[in-house]
């Protein structure tokens, strides 16, 4: 297939499905009826194709689906009617677009259906839906009573072998060898650019969060007679917690001091006088 790339092939592997269905195929029938009314009936009919691929991988996600359609023409929906409602054991239908010659998993997000470069290949395989009826035989009591179970089928239309199973092509992204590459890998482009700028956000904020409350203590010219009147209060405190008696005048001393301190920070115009170099001071 040209839709694969050189590099990919040590990461590309053929993929061969059943012909039949695992299951059998259980429906009322009158709920066959009003199917077999509604393709008759000339409406919107389209079919999908669901798959899903499971990976053995430490990153990414490990179970990768996707899906296909085909709409069914007015023909087809008549061929399709018929096989239903006929008593047939092997009927088929040929149905276009349905599976994919080359399907990619990503390492995160759905499966991707890779299309050729070439506008007259459509990247689809020819395919045949089958529809068969087996006649299985019980014995209930004394008698032998005849069921039928219904499967369906996919069939390749193009095979020569007497087999005709489904062969495509699967790409699947190579798994990450170290822990924060697969972390990287498992949040994709977009958990990476979130996570990036939120990091850097916080930190951004980490740097200026409160920064006006800081600005009074740490963008001072010179803080010298400040830091004075604090030690003064400090001693002053010092000096009262000697006293036996807790009324004397350092108390008062304290308080004093600590009003002035808060006066000179009440004030823009008195904080610029006590915390000028004494350069600007003495021009001033």
């Known amino acids: 297939y040209n839709t694969i790339q050189y590099e990919e092939l040590h990461s590309t592997q053929c993929i061969t499905l059943d012909i039949a269905s695992a299951v059998t195929w259980t429906i009322t029938e009158a709920s066959k009826h009003n199917l077999i009314a509604w393709l008759k009936d000339d409406n919107y009919t389209e079919i999908f194709f669901s798959y899903r691929f ?28 018929s096989i239903v409602q006929t008593k047939n054991k092997y009927n088929m239908i040929n149905i276009k677009n349905i599976i994919p010659q080359v399907i990619r ?7 991707k259906i890779l299309y050729p470069s070439s506008a007259a290949i459509t990247g689809f395989l020819p395919i045949l839906l089958t529809y068969s009826r087996q006649v299985i035989d019980e014995i209930v009591g004394n008698e032998v009573v005849s069921n039928y179970a219904s499967y369906w089928g996919l ?12 062969n495509f092509c699967l790409i699947s992204a190579e798994a990450p060898s170290s822990q924060i590459t697969a972390g990287i ?5 977009i958990g990476l650019y979130v996570g990036i700028v939120l990091t850097i956000g916080k930190l951004v904020r980490l740097l200026v969060e409160d920064l006006k409350s800081k600005i009074i203590y740490e963008d001072l010219d010179d803080c ?13 405190r010092r000096i009262y917690s000697a006293y036996e008696d807790k009324k004397q005048e350092p108390l008062v001393l304290e308080h004093k001091l ?19 170099t004494k350069k600007e001071s003495n021009a001033s």
């Open 155 to 166: 069939v390749a239309d193009n095979s020569t072998s007497k087999e005709k199973k489904i």
């Open 54 to 81: 499971f990976r053995n991988v430490t990153a990414g996600t490990r179970i990768v689906g996707g899906n296909s359609s085909a709409i069914l023409n007015t023909s087809e929906k008549f061929e399709l009617a």
């Open 258 to 276: 600590y009003r002035y301190l808060i006066e000179i920070y009440r004030s823009p115009e008195k904080i610029i006088e006590f915390t000028s």
């Open 185 to 189: 890998a498992s949040a994709g482009l």
């Open 105 to 111: 998993l990503p390492l995160v997000g759905l499966a």
């Open 224 to 236: 010298d007679a400040l830091l004075i009147l604090c030690n003064e209060i400090y001693k002053a």
